[in-house]
């Protein structure tokens, strides 16, 4: 059974920094892509960054230059470093792990705020 937490949020002033974790459970990690997604309140859930089984990466054009995505197969764990917070960055923190079109999972969120 895969599951995924996610860890690392909470509330930091404008031009901060947070690192989220995503830790997998029950899988073959290092075979899935691995994303990060973020929802606000009153908003659809958007794609923040991805990263491939070969480590490629994709960045949502408002995290780019301030985000990045990592992952460390060893560890099942994915990571987003994020620098410049800004107010706008505030939402809650999705990780999905997908294989495939049919095969994919949730972590349950973690909270960041970004606020004075």
């Known amino acids: 059974q895969v599951q995924l937490v996610e860890s690392g949020g909470g509330l930091v002033q404008p031009g901060g920094s947070l690192r989220l974790s995503c830790a997998a459970s029950?899988?073959?990690?290092?075979?899935?892509?691995m994303g990060w997604y973020r929802q606000a309140p009153g908003k659809q859930r958007e794609l923040v960054a991805s990263?491939?089984?070969?480590?490629?990466?994709i960045y949502v054009d408002s995290v780019k230059g301030r985000f990045t995505i990592s992952r460390d197969n060893a560890k099942k764990t994915v990571y987003l470093q994020m620098n410049s917070l800004k107010p706008a960055d505030t939402a809650a923190y999705y990780c999905?792990?997908?294989?495939?079109?049919?095969?994919?999972?949730w972590g349950q969120g973690t909270q960041v705020t970004v606020s004075s």
């Open positions: 990263i491939t089984s070969g480590g490629s990466t």
């Open positions: 999905k792990m997908t294989r495939g079109s049919k095969e994919y999972y």
């Open positions: 029950g899988s073959i990690f290092s075979l899935y892509a």
